[in-house]
């Protein structure tokens, strides 16, 4: 297949799905069990084995405590709907479907061309190509009504601060009540980019710090969990092999693990 044709920020998106197919390759199947993500990158005409290092296990850990967030949202509102903004190659709808769910990805125009080569919409699943700036998408979210949950792993942090909070407060006001799940990271994180081994094997940078997520509440964000990787939902950790246990016992609390902070808010109108 050709090569993908991808801007900055959207090249990333390999990131995460090399993490989730060496993830697979594991003995037992890993954290995941992403046998799609496996299909991908055989598929996708790019050198993957240039992504090295900790942030390849970082992305499915991360990964599984957002899945942890939308599984407790579906327990309580099986109906419900999700919107996942940034969503690359993700294959979370299959993981996550409870066969009743209402399920929206999001992307920008190539990324989504991309997509679109290996998945297909579906009565219960649609995939969007916009920016998560563009209201545009907001309208057609909503069709089904009833309660709605936010999700955007590993976007955000690619934008300028004032792009982000402009776009949180946007969203409080369109969708009061509802619960976002998103991702922050400190100083220390963003100012050791250059010495990330993936980093140095791409050109995007992130962009926007963020220590404390408390400090998201003047953008109409209430905080209700915040994570590190040492800290994943007793249910998440479950679904772990010890080597991630054990490893995030060692290194889990240093002030370079900890900066990374993967946060479910409630948006407050
Ligand atoms: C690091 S990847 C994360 C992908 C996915 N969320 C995951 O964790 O596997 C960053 C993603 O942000 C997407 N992206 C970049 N700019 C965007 C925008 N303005 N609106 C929505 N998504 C965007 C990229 O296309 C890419 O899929």
Partial sequence: MAAPELGEIQETLLIPLYGRARDAAESGGGVLKDTKAVELVDSIDYDFTKFRGPSLGGSVLRASIFDGYIREFLQRHPEGTVVDLGCGLSTRFDRLDNGRLRWFDLDVDDTMTLRRRFFDDSDRYTMIAASLFDPSWHEQVT?????????????????????????????????????LALDTGGRLMMRSQDRNPVFKAVSARMKWECDDPTTLEHCGLHLQ???????????????WPAKHRYVMRLIGWTPMVTGYKINLFALTS
Wanted: proline content about 10%; charged content about 20%.
């Fill in 143 to 179: 069709e089904r009504g009833g309660p709605l949950m936010l999700v955007s792993e590993a976007v955000l942090l690619y934008f300028s601060e004032s792009e982000v909070f402009d776009v949180l407060r946007s969203w409080a006001r369109r969708f009061p009540d509802s619960p």
């Fill in 225 to 239: 969990q915040s994570r590190i990787f040492a800290q994943p939902q007793p249910a998440v950790a479950a679904t």
